[in-house]
């Protein structure tokens, strides 16, 4: 198994809405990230979690919680967004955690396309 | 701090029209360039990892070479399945995260 899957594809959210992105991956990687894309933009990157610990955050603002259950797992848990908060958001993990070893690509999920309205 | 730059923007190319993509970096030390391709409105897809000046790697169509300054993307007789957005990014040797170019938008016509 390779990959990193996303759920859900596609969600659409009041400002006042809780909801949450999952995350999940089974090559055994130790690091897990989210990313967030506008259109026509490279990938921002927003958390990482190494072995199940944060151990970046990019300043992103609180209503944006992230949560690492186990070492497959990722969620971001959204709450009070803003409309400028739509974009694509990705998930993606690798082997190592950054900076560890030299073969850290990236495997990217396909997103989660979040429209706040 | 780390900075890549792509170019063209956009790019189109008929079917079988070969060309190449430019990703020129500053970087205090690489530790590696990656190369990803990306459909719409789905997530990166590695292609390719270089990790020193003259370095090269191939896959079908697709040839990525390396020097101190700058990485391209050769695209050798290429299809509408290329079509892509194409991103280059780097890691440099103290860093703890890719620094992505803005990407090519490639489209290949039939």
């Known amino acids: 198994d390779t990959e990193v899957t996303q759920t859900p594809k596609h969600l659409v959210m009041g400002m006042t809405n809780k909801k949450s992105l999952k995350c999940e991956q089974h090559?055994?990687?130790?690091?897990m990230y989210w990313y967030k894309q506008k259109a026509k933009k490279p990938p921002e990157l927003m958390f990482v979690?190494?072995?199940?610990?944060?151990?970046i955050n990019e300043s992103v603002p609180s209503r944006f919680s992230p949560e690492c259950p186990n070492s497959s797992l990722l969620n971001l848990h959204l709450h009070a967004l803003q409309p400028e908060d739509s974009a694509l958001y990705l998930c993606?993990?690798?082997?190592?955690?950054?900076?560890?070893?030299?073969?850290?690509?990236?495997?990217f999920g396909s997103g989660t396309q979040l429209s706040v309205l | 701090e780390d900075q890549v730059t792509q170019s063209p923007e956009a790019l189109r190319l008929q079917e079988g029209e070969s060309s190449s993509l430019n990703c020129s970096y500053t970087?205090?030390?690489?530790?590696?360039l990656f190369w990803y391709r990306q459909d719409p409105g789905k997530g990166p897809e590695f292609l390719f990892t270089?990790?020193?000046a003259g370095e090269e790697k191939e896959k079908e169509r697709l040839k990525a070479t390396l020097t101190k300054k700058e990485s391209f993307l050769h695209i050798t007789a290429p299809k509408p399945e290329d079509s892509a957005t194409y991103l280059c990014?780097?890691?440099?040797?103290?860093?703890?995260?890719?620094?992505f170019g803005e990407g090519t938008q490639l489209t290949v016509n039939p």
């Open positions: 993606a993990s690798s082997p190592l955690p950054p900076g560890q070893g030299y073969n850290e690509k990236l495997f």
């Open positions: 990014a780097v890691q440099s040797a103290g860093g703890s995260r890719l620094t």
């Open positions: 979690y190494s072995y199940e610990k944060l151990s």
């Open positions: 970087v205090s030390g690489l530790r590696g």
């Open positions: 270089l990790y020193s």
């Open positions: 090559m055994g990687h130790r690091a």
